[in-house]
């Protein structure tokens, strides 16, 4: 553990580049911090600036509105509430089902058996593909006729289950969320993998002997040494899933009726198809504090040295 | 405790974790479906498809498919991904190793609030960010070049790299730090000699995420490149699937090659990903 | 010694004698038009994939070499998307296709497209050659802004052949209709397909009804904000929709359809009939090589007078910030494409129908025969609702329709969110 030290005075004792010394570190940070400055932190501070005008996005001359396009969204526009319902629903699954998920996998793939590589490769596969491919690919999946669970259902007899999955607006995000988990579960998997490989297999094994079964041992020794990992896995999906916007896109588009909208796709909405900059970076601006919100306690943890 | 009740439990034990590992083969079978699917439907004939549904066993193997597909489209757009993928990976590892290294090693007063402005960046939703974004890029003039696409991807990766490296330059002791540094070595040496090689499992693994992420960009790749010679692989898979939409075989067989190289960069990094991973989740 | 030195005299000569060095160059220059710029000329032109600009360049090229018109492809979403970021970063190009009404206003407003004046008109003989109707749709506010290439009806297309084996005659009334659907779907197939992922597919059903429910004054009246959404007749339209939906008589699931996939149920017969326009004669069904003849376009019958269609124009529009050169270079190329002779050469593969006049369909497309008759005075055309009215309110117009579909809003509760979308833009640009 390194930790950072206040005065200068401790550098100028070091070795290296004394006279250098408060330069030495910028000149490590600078080309990563230039690229990000340019790149992500002055249009994050311009957005919030448009955020409070009226603007189509073509015109050259923009009109100061102050908070009204705030106003708007939250008073007078209902597809804002639903965003942010399907936001909060996609927000609890994520950090319910590819996290578990992802932790049984990777208990049951710590154990060293001969196909524990394969495995581990077949359920990381979905990972690697790019979110417009899973769309495409569960698109298919969902098809009313010929997609294959509809298929599926009727070769068993179900036909009565079939569905219209994503054209069903009480279905839809949730058929959309099974495709995103079946994405998503990859990377806590792996995550969870590494943290196992932090504990100290001894501690079982005495456990083992003691008489302890493989829940106990799981509940009682197993998962309170992932607490850290478990923090870490909680706070990357939660800050993911609420920037979702990639394969609701692609499967739904926000559709049917703007049912599965969700914070994202209705901001890309409002900016490009309705001619509303003004809120749609209103409505990134809410987004980003939403996110904080989940973010400060982990930026804390992780600024903590 | 008898030998009979230990073996009982032994004997139940191995019962249930036979029992979770047919679980967990079958599991693997339907997780691993779809993609049995497309597979399958790649090397499917236009018609049979739409006739036999969708698990089925092609009638018969029209490998057409694949040069089709890559005849038509992919490979113009393959290309351009490769180049992109290729400069933009390295050089982003370097530099947010760099960073990273003097976020953790490199004793300074700002350490703690820099990182903080670096990981706020994970926060930020590309779709915020796209207007002013093209007001930036287009003073610059690198709206639909190359070089401005590698800018954004790399400005957009800084977060998510600087964590991961900084994570495992934790964990490298400071005593190695401080015994180079009474040596007389430079922190550029020390960073170049001793931090980067151990920590390459995690340069690997950040290699092969980051990798994967850039093959796979749509959004901004979109927006920012015009230019048909400079389009990347997910836009040709767009496109494609709107000239050739019912035509789910040669759809199936462009998605199939666009995954070649990825799973190439998979298979080979991957004994090094679970290590890697392991500095970032300490 | 030096290749180009010995040639020089030649092309010297050649030059001075009236002809060119370089074959074919202005071959057939066509009358009417003003010289080209001189010297080589690059023109950054953004138009749909699906277009055949390569063989129209290739075309153009042949009378003016020196011209380079670079055609960079787009889907329609993403057409319209690259125009706006173009637009905000002030990098439009020189040339670009659009629609018109409200997805053309903008560019316009914005001052990015040239103004076509009179004179300019004259000049390159657009004045001449463009048809009255295009130029109708085109105009903003009476003045023009991009040379009309197309004029595309959009209406209901039947598959003769499945309609035939099923003893079913064209459908010529509103009950006609009602009654083929019904025969359809007693016989297992869809009546209508549709592709609703987008919302602007199942628009063009929605548009038929309230032109038939509300009439074409009333309609029209809509489009101006004039008349109120929240009326018995718009209610009506959306109840029908509802009831069609209910009767099944749109594909299952269609809602989440992607449009693309809808032609090809007509294709393998599971579908009678498509709302659509005529790009679907050359870029679909000659593609695919099927018969145009068996896809029957039918004014959809509104039973209302005048006879109208829903329709639209397409139109090149040319950058006002381009250099002259450029925008000479450009307005050539548009005005050349539009010459009757031209057009007619051209005329399989632009597709048409053309927003030219005096041209004559090739004999082997049904279809945009017989819409240009119908462009050529037999029918009126509306702008469709996400032209006609504001952007922003084409998203009330689209959820109030995809509500009713999902029977999650009464068409009573529809068409009131309709005019309260309405009444909130009034106010916020009076």
């Known amino acids: 553990m390194v930790s950072a030290p206040t005065s200068t005075g401790e550098l100028r004792a070091a070795g290296p580049g004394k006279r250098l010394g408060w330069l030495l570190p910028w000149l490590f940070l600078t080309p990563a911090l230039t690229i990000y400055g340019i790149v992500v932190v002055y249009p994050m501070v311009y957005s919030a600036y448009l955020s409070f005008f009226k603007w189509d996005g073509v015109s050259p001359t923009k009109q100061f509105v102050g908070l009204q396009n705030y106003l708007t969204l939250l008073l007078n526009d209902p597809v804002f509430w639903i965003a942010l319902r399907n936001n909060a629903i996609w927000l609890v699954a994520s950090l319910l089902l590819p996290t578990s998920i992802g932790l049984g996998l990777a208990v049951l793939l710590n154990q060293k058996f001969r196909s524990s590589h394969i495995f581990r490769s077949v359920f990381y596969f979905p990972a690697i593909l790019s979110l417009a491919i899973v769309g495409l690919i569960w698109n298919w999946i969902y098809l009313p006729d010929i997609g294959l669970i509809n298929q599926i259902l009727g070769a068993l007899g179900l036909t009565g289950l079939q569905h219209n999955w994503l054209s069903d607006p009480n279905f839809a995000l949730y058929a959309v969320m099974l495709a995103a988990t079946w994405n998503a579960t990859g990377l806590p998997m792996l995550l969870y993998l590494a943290g196992l490989q932090t504990i100290n297999p001894e501690v079982l094994e005495a456990a083992k002997v003691d008489g302890a079964g493989p829940m106990r041992r799981f509940f009682s020794i197993t998962f309170p040494l992932l607490r850290e990992t478990t923090l870490i896995v909680l706070a990357i999906t939660a800050i993911n899933s609420l920037k979702v916007y990639d394969i609701i896109y692609a499967m739904t588009y926000g559709g049917p009726a703007n049912q599965t909208q969700v914070l994202s796709t209705w901001m890309y909405f409002m900016t490009y198809n309705y001619n509303s900059v003004g809120q749609g970076t209103a409505i990134a601006v809410i987004l980003f504090l939403l996110t904080l919100i989940f973010a400060v306690p982990y930026v804390r943890i992780m600024g903590r040295s | 405790m008898s030998s009979a009740s230990i073996s009982t439990r032994e004997h139940r034990e191995r019962t249930l974790l036979v029992f979770f590992y047919v679980a967990l083969t079958l599991t693997a079978v339907i997780w691993f479906a779809p993609i049995v699917m497309l597979v399958f439907t790649a090397l499917k004939s236009a018609g049979d498809f739409a006739i036999h549904g969708a698990l089925a066993i092609p009638e018969s193997i029209a490998w057409a498919n694949f040069s089709d597909a890559w005849e038509t489209g992919v490979k113009d757009y393959f290309w351009n991904s490769v180049i992109i993928a290729s400069i933009k990976v390295p050089l982003g590892v370097v530099i947010e190793a760099m960073a990273a290294f003097a976020l953790t090693h490199i004793p300074f007063r700002w350490a703690n609030k820099i990182f903080i402005l670096i990981l706020l960046g994970l926060i930020v939703p590309i779709q915020m960010a796209l207007v002013p974004l093209t007001i930036v890029m287009n003073a610059l003039n690198l709206i639909d070049t190359r070089t401005g696409l590698t800018l954004l991807y790399l400005g957009f990766g800084v977060p998510f790299g600087v964590l991961i490296m900084r994570g495992f330059f934790r964990t490298i002791p400071t005593e190695l730090i401080e015994a180079a540094k009474i040596d007389g070595c430079s922190y550029g040496r020390i960073f170049l000699q001793i931090a980067l090689p151990l920590a390459l499992p995690a340069v690997l693994s950040l290699c092969i995420l980051d990798g994967v992420a850039t093959w796979n960009e749509f959004i901004l790749a979109q927006i920012f490149l015009r230019s048909d010679e400079l389009r990347t692989l997910p836009l040709g898979l767009v496109n494609f699937s709107t000239q050739f939409s019912t035509e789910y075989n040669q759809l199936a067989a462009a998605v199939l090659i666009s995954l070649v190289p990825v799973i190439i960069v998979f298979l080979f990094f991957q004994r090094y990903f679970v290590s890697g991973m392991a500095g970032a989740v300490k | ?430």
Not at chain 3, 5 to 24: C, E, M, W, Y
Request: glycine residues 6%; without cysteine; neutral net charge.
């Open chain 3, 1 to 430: 010694m030096n290749p180009i030195k010995s040639l020089l005299p030649l092309v010297l000569a050649a030059a001075f004698l009236g002809g060119s060095a370089i074959p074919n160059a202005n071959a057939q220059a066509p009358e009417g038009l003003p010289k080209p710029p001189e010297g080589k000329v690059t023109v950054k032109f953004w138009a749909i994939a699906t277009q055949p600009w390569k063989e129209i360049i290739a075309e153009f090229n042949k009378v003016y070499p020196n011209i380079d018109i670079k055609w960079t492809r787009y889907s329609t979403d993403e057409l319209k998307q690259a125009l706006r970021v173009a637009s905000a970063s002030g990098k439009m190009p020189d040339m670009w296709f659009n629609w018109g009404g409200s997805l053309a206003s903008p560019y316009i407003e914005g001052g990015h497209a040239l103004e076509i004046t009179p004179e300019l008109a004259a000049k390159y003989g657009l004045d001449k050659n463009i048809s009255p109707v295009a130029l109708d749709l085109a105009k903003h506010n009476g003045k023009l802004y991009g040379v009309p290439i197309w004029v595309r009806p959009m209406t209901i297309f039947y598959k003769k052949s499945l309609f035939d084996k099923n003893g079913i005659p064209e459908p010529k009334t509103f009950a006609d209709l009602e009654k083929a659907m019904e025969t359809l779907k007693s016989k297992g197939i869809t009546p209508i397909a549709v592709g609703g992922k987008f919302s602007w597919m199942t628009m063009r059903t929605t548009d038929f009804l309230i032109e038939h429910f509300a009439g074409p004054e009333t309609h029209d009246k809509l489009f101006a904000l004039e008349a109120s959404y929240n009326s018995p007749e718009v209610v009506q339209a959306f109840a029908k929709l509802k009831e069609w939906v209910d009767k099944g008589y749109f594909n299952d699931g269609f809602i989440s359809i992607d449009p693309n996939q809808a032609l090809p149920m007509l294709f393998q017969d599971k579908a009678g009939m498509i709302f659509q326009g005529p790009w679907i004669e050359g870029e679909n069904i000659i593609k695919s090589k099927l018969d145009p003849n068996d896809y029957v376009a039918i004014i959809a019958p509104a039973d209302q007078t005048p006879i109208r269609v829903s329709g639209f124009q397409e139109q090149l529009q040319i950058s006002s910030k381009s250099p002259p050169e450029v925008q000479q270079a450009a307005l050539l190329f548009a005005a050349y494409i539009s010459q009757p002779g031209v057009a007619n050469k051209l005329a399989n593969v632009i597709g048409t129908p053309r927003a030219v006049l005096g041209m004559e369909p090739p004999a082997d497309r049904p279809i945009a025969t017989k819409m240009a008759k119908w462009i050529g005075g037999e029918a009126k055309l509306y702008l469709p609702t996400d032209q006609a009215l504001p952007q922003e309110l084409v998203n009330a117009f689209f959820q109030a329709q995809d509500s009713v579909i999902l029977g999650t809003m009464t068409p009573e509760a529809a068409a009131a969110s309709i005019q309260k979308a309405v009444e909130a833009y009034k106010a916020a640009n009076k």
